[in-house]
């Protein structure tokens, strides 16, 4: 079966400093990922999604930037957080045209 | 632009009341999925709507894709408290099937 692994669950990072967070995939090849990003209580907001290795397509123009360095891991990176990256960030997996499927998220606070 | 418009924005009602909440667009889908939230937690699919006027049912929610397949229903006979989460429709997108656009949510709270 399919899972998929989302890490880390929280973080606390200043304003200025990096991001990486990870996301890998298990079962599954060639899965289109996701990165989303969740205000509280909010609709999910797509940042990036990948339909293969090294294919990027990035939805909103911000601070953010995705790779796909291998076909079952999706990095979300920033070289300098602002306050108004703080959220939820959701990785995803689907095959084209289906459903989504969740990792856990990361809720990351920049102080 | 895609949008998926969820209404209403948040609805708490007591045990056992019925409900109903929408999703609704001016374009259309070639579906659409249903997934409840926890807090903390990553959306969890229901359901998937193909073909325009289906309808499913997964024991007391019922699921409705509009004929034209621009909207769809999600409604909820005797709610129970473990019914209350954020309700979440989504969609592929019509310039690229890969991208899957979510809608704006439902916070639902059932009061025991």
């Known amino acids: 079966s399919q899972t998929i692994h989302q890490w880390p669950a929280t973080l606390v990072q200043p304003v200025g400093s990096p991001l990486s967070l990870e996301c890998t995939v298990e079962g599954t090849s060639n899965p289109n990922l996701y990165w989303y990003r969740q205000a509280a209580g909010r609709g999910l907001q797509l940042l990036f999604y990948s339909v293969g290795i090294g294919q990027i397509s990035s939805e909103v123009p911000q601070n953010l930037s995705a790779s796909r360095p291998q076909d079952r891991q999706f990095i979300l990176s920033s070289k300098k957080l602002l306050l108004s990256d703080s959220g939820f960030y959701l990785c995803a997996w689907s095959v084209s045209g289906g459903a989504a499927f969740f990792g856990q998220g990361t809720r990351l606070t920049v102080v | 632009t895609q949008l998926l418009e969820q209404s209403p924005q948040f609805l708490s009602i007591q045990e056992g009341e019925n409900l109903t909440v929408y999703c609704n667009s001016s374009?259309?889908?070639?579906?659409l999925q249903w997934y409840r939230q926890e807090p903390g937690e990553g959306p969890v699919l229901l359901v998937t709507v193909v073909t325009g006027g289906e309808v499913k049912k997964l024991k007391r929610l019922t699921f409705q894709f509009g004929d034209a397949r621009k909207d769809s229903s999600l409604h909820i006979t005797a709610a129970q408290p473990g019914d209350t989460g954020l309700y979440l429709c989504a969609g592929p997108g019509y310039s690229s099937a890969s991208k899957i656009i979510f809608g704006s949510g439902t916070r639902l709270s059932i009061r025991p």
């Open positions: 374009s259309v889908f070639s579906s």
